[in-house]
């Protein structure tokens, strides 16, 4: 890694389940990666502000709850209020496959779906924010 990265992870909306999220945040972390964990039940207002506050290159959103196709593109569009566009936003949970890919059309970079392992989201990570830093 080129420079340190900082990640915000956060939990959108009424899940409460929060294993994957602590865990990838110690993925991360482990790989270079300044992270902020949020905690539970963030709105997608929150989770933009955090992203604005510290100053962060990428969003990871963890969702368990099945309302992954109304917060994650609320967390997009609230960001591009704050003029954070430029904020990587990825994904992961149970999310259908179709799913997915309506997510990536709406500016979720990636959705990790179960069985994704910790080394391929934190290298993907890595990769997509040094592709962004060089093409910027």
Excluded: C, N
Excluded at 45 to 54: D, F, G, S, V
């Amino acid at each position: 890694m080129e420079r340190t990265y900082r990640v915000v992870v956060a939990k959108p909306g009424l899940d409460g389940h929060d294993r994957g999220a602590k865990t990838i945040t110690r993925a991360l972390r482990d790989h270079g990666f300044e992270v902020i964990y949020t905690g539970l039940h963030q709105t997608p207002e929150q989770i933009a502000e955090t992203a604005l506050q510290e100053d962060a290159d990428a969003v990871g959103l963890s969702l368990l709850s099945g309302a992954h196709l109304t917060l994650f593109p609320r967390v997009v569009a609230e960001l591009a209020a704050r003029e954070l566009d430029d904020v990587l936003v990825f994904g992961g949970g149970v999310i259908p496959d179709a799913d997915a890919r309506a997510l990536k059309e709406q500016g979720i970079a990636e959705i990790f779906q179960p069985g994704a392992s910790l080394r391929t989201i934190s290298e993907w990570l890595e990769q997509a924010l040094d592709g962004r830093v060089a093409a910027g």
